[in-house]
């Protein structure tokens, strides 16, 4: 039996390609939660009127990789001191957001995010609510550094 978990780290290409490398990871798809507008494109997104994230939502075998080693990666792979931004990409639709599925993801998270700021100088922003609807993006957007080889080399 599998479990979900969705998380918000700013672009959700680099996101997902860490994901996947995981083993006890089944699935990872890109999308966007969070926000109000119902069925966005990446262009409503990229707009910042929706409210949404991008996000990847991980569909995981727990009894090979637990939530909170996802949670490691999670944190491993981005910089959860910078509000609504990631590097170069700024706005709320790249904001550091950890979605939770179930009361233990949310415990588990608020304890990994309290264990994760001792490794950080300035506060974590990360965003730690509910799950909403989750929209997948659209197909040019999964798993995009495998179609996309060079793309990984450029990106930020």
Known sequence: MTERGTFGAGCFWGVEAEFRKVEGVVEAAVGYSGGHTKDPSYGDVCSGATGHAEVVEVEYDPSKVSYEELLE???????????????????????????????????AARASKEKAQKRFEK??????????EFYQAEEYHQRYFEKNRLARFFSF
């Open 73 to 107: 990666i999670f944190w491993a792979n981005h910089d959860p001191t910078q509000l609504n931004r990631q590097g170069p990409d700024i706005g709320t639709q790249y904001r550091s957001a950890i979605f939770f599925h179930t009361p233990e993801q949310e415990a």
């Open 123 to 132: 506060p974590i922003v990360t965003e730690i609510i509910p799950i909403s």
